[in-house]
C-alpha cells in the first residue's frame, strides 16, 4: 500500500479583493520528495506556501499536511514543519545563538545546545554565533535562516526562494546542505524558486505555475524531453511565455 | 525526533518568547533607561505640582498624595500597555511575525510572554520611581497597603485589554496602526478621572466613566487616601469589568489575526 502523501492540496483557491492568486490548484508530494514550484513573479508560488503553512486561509479548496487538515489541525503539525524564505527575517538585534535557542524553545526542540552546536559547525556559523544577526552580510543570514529551519528536524520542510540573493558560491554551498538533510532524514521538500540550476539540481518533481494555475507537473528530465529542450530555463520560459506547448513522450 | 511531543498549551514556548524579549531589552541600554525616564520626569512634575498646591491650599494639605499617587497609578497602566504594545510592535519592525505565526506558538502562549514581558518592564520602570517618589516626596506606595495590589490588578488587566486590543489592530492593519499603541491608553485618561473626582464630568459621561474600570481605581485611591476609607465594592465592580473587557480583547485579537490570516497579511507586517 502507498504511503499517503505527506502534503496533499486539493481544488486550492485563494482570491484577494478582485486578484485570483491561486486558481483551484490540486497536487500530492510523496513523503521523501523534493518538488518544485517554479513560476514568475505572482504566480502563486508564496500564496501556496503560506496556504500549506497555515498562515493564510484558502477562499475555497483544502490542503493536508502528515494528515492534518491545514490551517484548522495546524497545531497538531507546525512542530514538524518548517520554513525558510528570505522574505521572513530573523530578529536583527538578536545574537545568533540567542535567535537559535529562542527558535530551538518555540519548535520544543529537545537539547537544545547540542542541536545549536551541531547546526553551527555544519553550518559553518561558529565564527559568527555571538554576532548580531542584522550585522550579517546576506550570506550569512541565509545559512542562519537555513540551520534555523532545520533545528526542529522538520518531516516537512517549505522553502521560499532559498538562495535568493546569494552569491552563486554561497547559493551552492546551500543546496549541498539540504540536500544532504533531504537524504540523511527522508524529508518531504516543498521548494519555491526561480533558480532553474537549483530546481534541475534538487527537486524530483517540478510543477509549473503560471497565473494561480498548474500548467505543467512532471519530473524535471521528462519536461525536458516534452518541451525538446536542453534545461529548465527554456522550459520555463516556454510556460511563462506561453511559446512552445509541450509534447507527449512514451514513459 | 529531537522535537518535544506536541502540547496543547506550551509553558516552554512562552518561555522561549519571555527570553526573545528579555535579550532584547538586555541588549539596549537606551531601552532600559527610556523605562524609567518618562514615568521619571511624570513623577517630579506631578510631585512638585503637589508640593505646591499643598503649600497654598488647605484642601490640598488635606488630600495628601492624591495626585502623585494617581499619576503613579496612572503609569502602571499606561506603562503597562506600552510594555504590552511595544513587544508586540517590535516583532512587526524586526519583520518577524511570520515566522512566529509559521511556528509551532499559539496565539494564547504569544498573549501571555507578551503579558509577562509587560510585567518585567513595569518592574524594571516603575520600582526605581516608587523610590524616587519616596526620596524626593515622602510619598510611599507601600502606606497604600493590600489596596495596593488591588489598585494594581485592576490596572494591569486594563493596560493588558487595550494591548491585546492594539495588537490585534496592528496584526489586522499593519504598521498603519502603530500610532495607536501610543495614544489609545489616552482617550481613557480624562474620562477615567485619574486626576479629580467623576463628579466633574457631566452626567452622561459619567456613566461613560462608569463603564471603565480604572474610573473605580481612581475613586477607590481618593477614597482611601482622602476619607481612609478602602473601598472594596469598587474593586470588585472594576475587576468584573475588567474580566469582561480582557475576554471581548482576546475574541477582538483572535478575530483579527484570522481577518489578517483571510487578507494574507502576516507575511507583509510592513507599512
Known amino acids: 500500500m502507498p504511503s499517503p502523501p505527506a502534503i496533499s492540496v486539493s481544488q486550492l483557491v485563494k482570491v484577494f479583493k478582485a486578484t485570483t492568486a491561486v486558481a483551484g490548484i490540486s497536487f500530492d508530494l510523496v513523503p521523501g520528495s523534493v518538488t518544485g514550484l517554479l513560476g514568475g513573479n505572482g504566480a502563486g508560488k508564496s500564496t501556496t506556501i503560506a496556504m500549506i503553512m497555515g498562515l493564510t486561509l484558502p477562499t475555497s479548496g483544502t490542503v493536508q499536511v502528515l494528515g492534518a487538515q491545514m490551517p484548522r489541525e495546524r497545531y497538531q503539525v507546525l512542530h514538524r514543519m518548517n520554513f525558510e524564505s528570505p522574505y521572513v527575517d530573523m530578529p536583527m538585534r538578536l545574537t545568533v545563538r540567542q535567535n537559535l535557542k529562542v527558535f530551538a524553545g518555540l519548535y520544543g526542540v529537545e537539547d537544545a545546545n547540542a542541536r545549536i552546536a551541531a547546526l553551527s559547525e555544519e553550518f559553518d556559523l561558529t565564527d559568527f554565533i555571538d554576532r548580531q544577526t542584522g550585522k550579517l552580510s546576506s550570506g550569512q543570514k541565509t545559512r542562519v535562516s537555513v540551520a534555523k529551519s532545520l533545528l526542529n528536524r522538520p518531516e516537512v520542510l517549505l522553502l521560499d526562494e532559498p538562495t535568493a540573493s546569494l552569491d552563486p558560491d554561497t547559493a551552492d554551498w546551500v543546496r549541498m546542505r539540504l540536500e544532504a538533510y533531504r537524504k540523511a532524514t527522508g524529508a518531504t521538500v516543498l521548494l519555491a524558486s526561480h533558480n532553474m540550476v537549483e530546481v534541475e539540481r534538487l527537486c524530483d518533481r517540478v510543477i509549473m505555475l503560471k497565473k494561480g494555475e498548474i500548467k505543467d507537473d512532471d519530473a524535471p528530465e521528462r519536461l525536458l524531453a516534452r518541451y525538446g529542450r536542453d534545461n529548465l530555463e527554456e522550459v520555463f520560459l516556454d510556460v511563462a511565455r506561453g511559446r512552445r506547448e509541450a509534447r507527449e513522450v512514451m514513459p | ?271
Open chain 2, 1 to 271: 525526533m529531537s522535537a518535544r511531543p506536541h502540547s496543547s498549551f506550551s509553558f516552554h514556548r512562552v518561555g522561549a518568547m519571555v527570553l526573545r524579549y528579555w535579550y532584547l531589552l538586555r541588549s539596549s541600554w537606551p531601552r532600559m533607561l527610556e523605562l524609567i525616564y518618562w514615568p521619571m520626569v511624570q513623577m517630579l512634575t506631578w510631585g512638585l505640582l503637589q508640593f505646591y498646591l499643598a503649600q497654598n491650599s488647605g484642601f490640598f494639605a488635606r488630600t495628601g498624595a492624591t495626585l502623585i499617587g494617581a499619576m503613579l497609578l496612572w503609569e502602571i497602566l499606561f506603562r503597562g500597555q506600552l510594555g504590552f504594545s511595544i513587544s508586540f510592535l517590535e516583532e512587526m519592525w524586526a519583520r518577524n511575525l511570520g515566522n512566529l505565526m509559521m511556528s509551532p506558538l499559539r496565539p494564547a502562549e504569544f498573549v501571555i510572554a507578551l503579558m509577562v514581558m509587560s510585567l518585567i518592564r513595569l518592574v524594571i520602570g516603575m520600582v526605581p520611581v516608587f523610590l524616587l517618589a519616596l526620596a524626593f516626596f515622602g510619598f510611599n506606595v507601600t502606606d497604600l497597603g493590600f489596596a495596593f495590589a488591588f489598585f494594581f490588578i485592576n490596572l494591569i488587566l486594563t493596560s493588558w485589554s487595550i494591548g491585546i486590543l492594539v495588537s490585534g489592530l496592528l496584526v489586522r492593519n499593519g504598521m498603519g496602526a502603530e500610532s495607536l499603541a501610543w495614544t489609545l491608553a489616552f482617550l481613557i485618561l480624562p474620562i477615567t478621572c485619574v486626576y479629580y473626582p467623576v463628579t466633574v464630568l457631566p452626567g452622561w459621561l459619567q456613566t461613560v466613566a462608569w463603564a471603565l474600570p480604572p474610573t473605580y481605581v481612581f475613586e477607590g485611591l481618593r477614597a482611601l487616601v482622602i476619607d481612609h476609607t478602602f473601598r472594596a465594592d469598587l474593586m470588585l465592580e472594576a475587576f468584573a469589568l475588567n474580566v469582561l473587557y480582557f475576554c471581548a480583547a482576546a475574541f477582538a485579537f483572535l478575530r483579527l489575526l484570522e481577518s489578517a490570516r483571510r487578507e494574507g497579511s502576516l507575511m507583509q507586517t510592513g507599512e
